[in-house]
């Protein structure tokens, strides 16, 4: 597993911890998934990850409302992280 996919992996696993059930809630995931977003392009701009991921980065609000769209991005991404930890 590369630098980045080792830093990558726990900070999805944050993201999707995180709560979405108000609007506080929201802007703070928001936050988080930009810091993270920042993060990524000043260290690891190489990092190249699926289409999937870069929704659930900029998706949260339709999660927020959506409890079927929230439950397969959530799939996906786990699937995603367990491929990033296996590779390891």
Request: hydrophobic fraction near 45%; proline fraction near 5%; charged fraction near 30%.
């Amino acid at each position: 597993m590369s630098e980045a996919e080792a830093f990558f992996a726990p900070a999805l696993q944050r993201l999707m911890a995180l709560p979405l059930t108000n609007d506080a809630e929201l802007e703070a995931w928001y936050e988080e998934s930009a810091k993270l977003e920042t993060v990524m392009a000043q260290k690891f701009p190489e990092l190249e990850f699926p289409h999937e991921v870069r929704h659930f980065i900029i998706d949260a609000d339709i999660r927020a409302k959506d409890d079927g769209y929230r439950n397969r991005q959530h799939r996906i991404i786990a699937g995603y992280i367990e491929d990033l930890l296996k590779s390891g």
